[in-house]
């Protein structure tokens, strides 16, 4: 059975906890619109197995370094890969904060089960604990970072601005896959771990977000 049929009841319970309506403060009502528009979203990307970076920042971002860890926008690409069913690797989620953020910030699964070659949708959910709006921004990490080159996101949310407003919550989703020539690398062999760690930092004047491991490698 596929990761993604193992979390259809969990994500279409989320979905229609989001979808509900009633009488509330209007943080509430825009918690509930903000978090149905990104399920929406991901709905989307399931229906298609693809959706295309949308965000300049990301996209330079992507440009700039093209290696691995970056948004998938080849749908040939996706359609045609093969499950390499006799390497299930587990994904894990990690979540942190940069120094000065007031979000709470965590996954909302453990980890996840997947063949690379197969796709895979995990969230995270964060809030804004303060009594006043918050810009936050996101960098990401996979580790170990040698993984990092065949780790691909479809859909995530590193490298976008994120404004939450005064105790507003939102569900944010990640779309990926593992390339199967993960199997292919001798400096993987024996790795059947993944970690994919989220750091959120306030946006603001002047911030340098650092570069996940495998990409400063890279550039090295």
Not at 66 to 95: C, L, P, Q, W
Not at 136 to 160: D, H, L, M, R, W
Request: hydrophobic residues 40%.
């Amino acid at each position: 059975m596929s990761t993604l049929l193992r979390m259809k009841a969990g994500f279409l319970g989320a979905l229609r906890r989001n979808l509900a309506t009633g009488p509330g403060r209007g943080g509430r009502q825009d918690h509930r619109l903000r978090s149905t528009v990104y399920y929406v979203g991901a709905i989307g990307v399931l229906a298609v197995g693809l959706t295309y970076a949308a965000v300049p920042l990301y996209r330079i971002f992507c440009q700039a370094y093209s290696y691995g860890g970056t948004t998938v926008t080849n749908t040939k690409d996706v359609e045609n890969m093969k499950k390499v069913k006799h390497r299930e690797i587990t994904v894990r989620f990690n979540a942190d904060r940069g120094a000065n953020m007031r979000w709470n910030f965590k996954p909302q699964q453990s980890e996840i089960k997947v063949f690379p070659g197969e796709t895979a949708l995990a969230f995270y959910k964060a809030k804004n604990s303060t009594e006043f709006p918050v810009t936050g921004i996101s960098t990401y990490n996979v580790v170990p970072f040698e993984a990092g080159q065949y780790f691909n996101k479809i859909q995530c949310f590193c490298f976008e601005e994120q404004l939450l407003n005064p105790h507003e919550e939102v569900d944010m989703p990640v779309f990926f896959y593992i390339d199967p020539d993960f199997t292919e690398d001798p400096r993987l062999e024996l790795v059947d771990t993944i970690i994919l760690s989220y750091t959120f930092f306030e946006a603001k004047e002047g911030l340098k977000l650092p570069l996940p491991s495998f990409l400063k490698a890279h550039a090295s």
